[in-house]
């Protein structure tokens, strides 16, 4: 009689294509820009994505839209939280900021693009080429999600 196992990550591994956006525009505006570029709706999510980190929360902004003509859903998310720090040293107020990256190895990303769902590359490519074609998008460029130490927090 044959065996046959199941690994635990074939069951949780979602299919999403991962591009990853340099831009100096605040997420509503880049948000605003993709869905006139892309023929898109994204809508602020209703909650961000939270960590709780040494009892400080860490939020990034999300911003999601679902096709479900193609059946791909969309998420727009930020790479970095501001956290606000205040000290007061010597009857002075010092105050400092401090960034915190979703995706420490991936810093100079300002933001991901996640599309979930059975993509072609020449879908992904022209995808891509309309991000890079935004005012104000500096770059955009596709990142192999299997690369990435971190990837455990794009899931959601």
Do not use: W
């Not at 994505?49 to 999300?62: N, P, R, W």
């Amino acid at each position: 009689m044959q065996v046959y196992a199941l690994d635990i990550k074939d069951l949780c591994e979602d299919e999403y294509s991962l591009i990853g956006i340099h831009s100096t525009l605040e997420d509503y505006k880049l948000a605003y820009l993709l869905n006139k570029t892309l023929d898109t709706r994204f809508c602020k999510s209703e909650k961000d994505l939270e960590f709780v980190k040494e009892k400080d929360k860490i939020t990034y902004s999300l911003f999601n839209y679902e096709n479900a003509t193609y059946d791909l859903e969309y998420f727009l998310i930020s790479n970095s939280f501001i956290s606000k720090n205040q000290a007061i040293s010597k009857n002075l107020l010092l105050n400092s900021e401090t960034k915190i990256h979703l995706i420490p190895e991936k810093k100079k990303v300002d933001f991901f693009l996640k599309i979930s769902g059975d993509l072609e590359y020449e879908f992904v490519m022209k995808t891509i080429n309309k991000i890079k074609n935004i005012d104000y998008v500096i770059t955009a460029y596709s990142i192999d999600k299997n690369t990435l130490k971190s990837k455990d927090f794009l899931i959601f």
